[in-house]
């Protein structure tokens, strides 16, 4: 009996990772919506995608990077440095926009990131979402957070900070 059980449990779970490397492989012969009307497409019902673009999308919303306007011109090339640092493969690059997939190292799931550069409001939208299957464990969420965090610690040492004269209470020079 507990031999029948011990097998039926294998079965299943072999079941289980066939299913994973079948969805992984899926996942490559996807590609990203790209924009849609000037914007990213909003996310599918599912919880695995996370967009800025769709502000009234709740359950998806996630904040975009805003960028100081002296960093315009080289906003979009930052992002992309950030993105290849993580383990990002550049697919698409166009004006104010690029596209990016992120591949899991074990099942080979693919996710998209998007980016599109707002330039009038130093912005930069981005998506980021898994091409298969329903549930990321917040795999997106996380990594256009990390995305935010090392473009902005870029920002803080490429951005030359202002030197003021400091004040001497003595008038000595």
Same mark, same amino acid.
């Given at each position: 009996?507990?031999?029948?059980?011990?097998?039926?449990i294998?079965?299943i779970?072999? +079941?289980?990772?066939?299913?994973?490397?079948?969805? =992984?492989?899926?996942?490559?012969?996807? %590609?990203?919506?790209?924009? +849609? *009307?000037?914007?990213l497409a909003p996310?599918?019902? *599912?919880p695995?995608c996370?967009?800025?673009?769709i502000?009234d999308?709740?359950s998806?919303?996630?904040?975009?990077?805003?960028?100081?306007?002296?960093?315009a011109?080289?906003?979009?090339?930052?992002?992309?440095?950030v993105?290849?640092?993580? =383990?990002?493969?550049?697919?698409?690059?166009?004006?104010?926009y690029?596209?990016?997939?992120f591949? *899991?190292?074990?099942?080979?799931?693919v996710d998209?990131?998007?980016?599109?550069n707002?330039t009038?409001?130093?912005?930069?939208? +981005?998506?980021?979402?898994?091409r298969? =299957?329903h549930?990321?464990?917040?795999?997106?969420r996380?990594?256009?957070e990390?995305?935010?965090t090392?473009?902005?610690?870029r920002?803080?040492?490429?951005?030359? %900070?202002?030197? +003021?004269?400091?004040?001497?209470?003595?008038?000595?020079h």
């Amino acid at each position: 009996m507990i031999k029948t059980i011990l097998i039926i449990i294998i079965v299943i779970l072999l +079941l289980m990772l066939a299913g994973c490397f079948v969805l =992984g492989s899926m996942s490559k012969n996807e %590609k990203p919506p790209g924009l +849609l *009307s000037g914007h990213l497409a909003p996310c599918p019902d *599912s919880p695995n995608c996370v967009v800025s673009d769709i502000v009234d999308d709740n359950s998806h919303y996630i904040s975009p990077i805003h960028y100081p306007e002296a960093m315009a011109k080289d906003s979009l090339g930052l992002i992309k440095q950030v993105i290849q640092e993580i =383990g990002g493969e550049m697919t698409i690059e166009r004006d104010a926009y690029i596209a990016a997939t992120f591949t *899991s190292t074990f099942f080979g799931f693919v996710d998209d990131l998007e980016c599109r550069n707002d330039t009038a409001n130093h912005t930069i939208h +981005l998506r980021s979402a898994s091409r298969v =299957g329903h549930s990321d464990f917040g795999a997106n969420r996380k990594r256009v957070e990390l995305i935010s965090t090392l473009f902005h610690q870029r920002i803080n040492t490429a951005v030359p %900070k202002i030197i +003021l004269p400091s004040t001497n209470p003595s008038g000595q020079h």
